[in-house]
């Protein structure tokens, strides 16, 4: 038997730290001498030992170390992923907001970021996002585009609330990250400058873009030519809850898509489903998404009517009219995913990816759809679904 002394000193953990997790309930001593109160431990507790001190110390609460103790190797594993994505989180949370705090320091001594790309990354990018951008006046803030710059590079970022759309662009980055909100103007106009150097021969590859930010000033120049802007004085929102899952977390439904087809068939006014939300009749096309690799165009024939709705959940929304953010329960059945969308806001995300192939991704009817290029991990968007 060992005192806890010797535990201590066996394992890494000290004797207060043994004291606690014996109090938890996470580790404790196989013996208590009743009259003294002192500690003893056998020898097969030294390896328990030191998986909670090795636990302790990458920070895992206390109640996911009592399971990892108790736990088979393959649970273990399991928690050590799930808490190394919280860590990688928390750690891009806190470069957000170092990020927006650099932006409320004094504007007398702002920092200088500077970033160089090819203007051919950078016409993709505004391509792929622009159709997000918000166009309510009551909401100033989400009527530009967000460029928020990294030591990885540059990532655009635009969205209305119903949609939202992201694309990278590889930069070689000098300065601090910084998050800049550039008005919709602006960015027309750099997208302007973009197609006016091609046009003038510099080629989309071999055009060089440098991009200065300082406080809230920008400075591009497009192979010799300036624009100069002034960011939004406007917080962007955080939109990284909404983002979708990678990895092993991914979605549970991968569906390729020819991009080709279904724009044709919305176009050609493909099958809806009439809703009416705060007493307006509302058209919704409704995805069927099912195993293995299919996808169709779903009309009224294909879906439970108002009557059959049995969650109490599905009732419309009278403050997001045709743009609530659920879906139809009752229509799935356990082998097709259905989910309802903007028809037009679909088209919208459809043309803004380009190519024949895209995918489509999706969790469940209750959680936002995924559009993205197979070939472009960085470039998605995403459609808030519609209740049915």
């Avoid at 993709?124 to 009527?143: I, S």
């Avoid at 440098?210 to 591009?220: D, F, K, N, Q």
């Avoid at 569906?255 to 939300?277: F, I, Q």
């Amino acid at each position: 038997m060992r005192s806890i002394g010797e535990l201590a000193r066996a394992s890494g953990l000290t004797v207060s730290a043994l004291r606690f997790y014996d109090a938890a309930g996470v580790l404790v001593p196989a013996w208590v001498d009743p009259v003294t109160g002192y500690r003893r431990y056998t020898d097969d507790q030294v390896a328990p030992a030191r998986l909670v001190a090795g636990l302790r110390r990458v920070g895992m609460p206390v109640a996911e170390i009592a399971q990892a103790v108790r736990a088979e190797p393959a649970l273990v594993h399991r928690l050590l992923d799930t808490h190394l994505r919280r860590l990688e989180q928390g750690l891009a949370d806190a470069r957000r907001e170092v990020s927006r705090l650099r932006s409320l320091l004094p504007a007398d001594q702002p920092g200088i970021t500077r970033l160089t790309l090819t203007g051919a990354a950078l016409a993709a990018a505004v391509d792929a996002v622009r159709f997000a951008v918000g166009t309510d006046p009551t909401v100033p803030a989400l009527t530009g585009v967000l460029f928020d710059v990294t030591d990885s590079g540059l990532e655009l970022v635009a969205t209305d609330r119903h949609r939202l759309a992201v694309a990278t662009a590889e930069a070689t980055v000098h300065g601090p990250a910084v998050r800049t909100l550039l008005p919709l103007d602006t960015v027309d106009a750099l997208r302007h400058l973009l197609d006016a150097s091609t046009s003038a021969g510099a080629g989309a590859d071999r055009a060089v873009v440098e991009l200065t930010v300082s406080g809230s000033s920008l400075v591009a120049d497009v192979a010799g030519h300036e624009l100069r802007a002034t960011a939004l004085p406007y917080d962007f929102p955080d939109y990284h809850a909404l983002l979708p899952r990678s990895g092993a977390a991914g979605p549970t439904r991968r569906v390729p898509v020819d991009a080709e087809w279904l724009v044709t068939a919305l176009r050609a006014g493909g099958p809806t489903v009439v809703r009416e939300y705060a007493g307006r009749p509302w058209p919704v096309t409704v995805l069927g998404l099912g195993p293995p690799d299919r996808l169709r165009l779903l009309g009224p024939d294909d879906l439970p009517g108002p009557d059959d709705l049995r969650d109490p959940d599905d009732l419309p929304d009278p403050d997001r009219p045709g743009l609530a953010a659920g879906a139809d329960r009752a229509g799935t059945d356990g082998i097709e995913l259905r989910v309802g969308v903007n028809g037009d806001y679909l088209l919208d995300a459809l043309d803004a990816a380009g190519g024949r192939h895209l995918t489509l991704e999706l969790d469940s009817p209750l959680t936002p759809l995924t559009i993205r290029r197979p070939d472009d991990e960085g470039a998605f968007s995403i459609l808030m679904p519609i209740r049915l």
